[in-house]
């Protein structure tokens, strides 16, 4: 039966498999998404920083000790939320258990709002990109990350758990619910495209001031192979916007 994305991270197995991934040598998350991630949020000096799918918040421990003025990070998944407690122990950090969609936004209160690879099991996002919107202060910054459209597109022909070598992208302006096995459980996922994505937070009135694909960079890899494998196809998309002062 495919989960929510809150629902999939709270499974035992799941759980387990991606703790162990994020674990290991040259991730995905660290060697890609991370540095693009890092680039585009500077300065943090002083910032009050929000979340959205903050799973372990490692993040919001790191903005802190690099002078965020706060961190709240928002995780739907108990079991993440209290992996996230446990991180931000001795911070002045906040985690809230609650979704993305339920969450009651101050407005306002944010300088800058981030979300890490959670955005695409959102299903209404031009609701959220409007309540992001109003949460953050005049000049505020929104990045945020997700599974690149060519991945979300269409998973045929891989058998999770397995090394993909080959990726087929299929439907790619059929947007919407995707289905998709991984980590051994099922999860739904929201496929759009990137133009989707753009245009939604032009349309929220977000002034767009950054578009990156995560291209590998060797300094990043430890392992030469893995950074090869990389160069074949986009794992990530990241998008960067600022609200207008
Ligand atoms: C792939 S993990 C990424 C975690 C973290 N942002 C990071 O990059 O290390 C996605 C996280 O988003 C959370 N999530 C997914 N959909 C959510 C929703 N609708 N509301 C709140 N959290 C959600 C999941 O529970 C999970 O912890």
Redesign the pocket.
Known sequence: MEK???N???DEVVFAS?MQR?QGLDTP?DTL?KPVLMDLIQPITDKRVL??????A??GRELLLQGAASYIG????HK?ANLAHQTLVNTSGKIIL????DWTYPQGAFDLVI????LH??ADLALIFTKVFDAIAPSGKFVF?VEHPVITSCDRGWIGGTLRQDWMVDNYFKTGLRVTNWLGGTVKKYHRTVEEYFHLLQKTGFIITDLREAHPQREYFQDIETYERRKRIPLFLILAARKPA
């Open positions: 929510a994305g809150p999939f991270f709270d991606y994020r998350n998404e979340d959205m799918g903050c799973g372990d490692a993040i928002i995780e739907g998944s993440m609650q979704t993305i969609e979300s890490r690879l959670a099991y959102v990350s």
